[in-house]
């Protein structure tokens, strides 16, 4: 399987050391795939949405509603994977923009900043959600959140902040607002560069969540499972 990262922003050259950029993070979580890089916050995109078996929609600094020439060529693309039943995963940015492409709305959260370790609660298990989790803990550095969700819709998740934790469109689209590829060592250090934007007590309490365990390792086989069921099915539909 060829999976075209969809690179919405890089990891700023300060903390690269802690683990690389986007680029490296997700071939770690996901390793044995075959990736393509897709540079397209700099313009770089795949001829179609035939280019690649299936997508992941990587987090970014930006606002999907941000009126931005590669945000609104992303955002085509994004319609034109779901219309080819070509696979995809967004992952915070990516999750968003599945939703903002495809008629739904994206908005600055009224809880604000989400930062530091999340419960969320398992709202339905679909088949490829193997190993089974009633709840996970997640990795979260967002305020923004898919607040009106679009046609054909199934949310999976939600978090106490968050009611749109993870979703699918279809049976080709998942979006999850949570960073599995995220290590603690780096959301940590995001938090403390951004104590004036985030705030004092949602910085403290967020840097004192990273004690807690997550389910990234789980988080990670149902990205592949769900990857390998969608490329399952549209391969069947095309014969």
């Given at each position: 399987?060829?999976?075209?990262?969809?690179?919405?922003?890089?990891?700023?050259?300060?903390?690269?050391?802690?683990?690389?950029?986007?680029?490296?993070?997700?071939?770690?979580?996901?390793?044995?795939?075959?990736f393509e890089l897709f540079d397209v916050c700099n313009g770089h995109f795949p001829e179609s949405a035939l280019a690649c078996d299936a997508y992941i929609?990587?987090?970014?600094?930006?606002?999907?509603?941000?009126?931005?020439?590669?945000?609104?060529?992303?955002?085509?693309?994004?319609?034109?994977?779901?219309?080819?039943?070509?696979?995809?995963?967004?992952?915070?940015?990516?999750?968003?923009?599945?939703?903002?492409?495809?008629?739904?709305?994206?908005?600055?959260?009224?809880?604000?900043?989400?930062?530091?370790?999340?419960?969320?609660?398992?709202?339905?298990?679909?088949?490829?959600?193997?190993?089974?989790?009633?709840?996970?803990?997640?990795?979260?550095?967002?305020?923004?959140?898919?607040?009106?969700?679009?046609?054909?819709?199934?949310?999976?998740?939600?978090?106490?902040?968050?009611?749109?934790?993870?979703?699918?469109?279809?049976?080709?689209?998942?979006?999850?607002?949570?960073?599995?590829?995220?290590?603690?060592?780096?959301?940590?250090?995001?938090?403390?560069?951004?104590?004036?934007r985030i705030g004092e007590e949602k910085s403290r309490a967020g840097l004192e969540s990273l004690s807690q365990a997550t389910q990234a390792p789980a988080i990670s086989?149902?990205?592949?499972?769900?990857?390998?069921?969608?490329?399952?099915?549209?391969?069947?539909?095309?014969?």
């Amino acid at each position: 399987m060829k999976v075209g990262l969809l690179e919405c922003d890089h990891v700023a050259a300060p903390f690269r050391h802690i683990g690389g950029d986007y680029r490296d993070m997700f071939p770690a979580l996901l390793p044995g795939l075959q990736f393509e890089l897709f540079d397209v916050c700099n313009g770089h995109f795949p001829e179609s949405a035939l280019a690649c078996d299936a997508y992941i929609c990587t987090g970014s600094k930006y606002s999907v509603y941000d009126d931005i020439p590669w945000i609104h060529r992303l955002r085509d693309l994004v319609r034109e994977i779901h219309g080819a039943q070509r696979p995809y995963v967004g992952v915070c940015f990516g999750h968003q923009m599945m939703g903002e492409a495809l008629g739904g709305k994206v908005r600055k959260a009224a809880a604000g900043w989400c930062v530091g370790v999340h419960s969320f609660t398992l709202l339905r298990q679909e088949r490829w959600m193997a190993p089974p989790e009633s709840e996970y803990n997640l990795l979260m550095l967002c305020q923004d959140q898919v607040e009106e969700l679009p046609p054909g819709s199934r949310v999976l998740s939600r978090a106490a902040d968050c009611p749109v934790g993870m979703f699918t469109v279809g049976t080709n689209m998942l979006g999850i607002q949570g960073h599995p590829e995220f290590s603690k060592d780096y959301v940590g250090a995001l938090i403390q560069d951004r104590v004036q934007r985030i705030g004092e007590e949602k910085s403290r309490a967020g840097l004192e969540s990273l004690s807690q365990a997550t389910q990234a390792p789980a988080i990670s086989r149902w990205i592949r499972n769900f990857l390998e069921k969608a490329a399952g099915e549209a391969g069947a539909g095309r014969r």
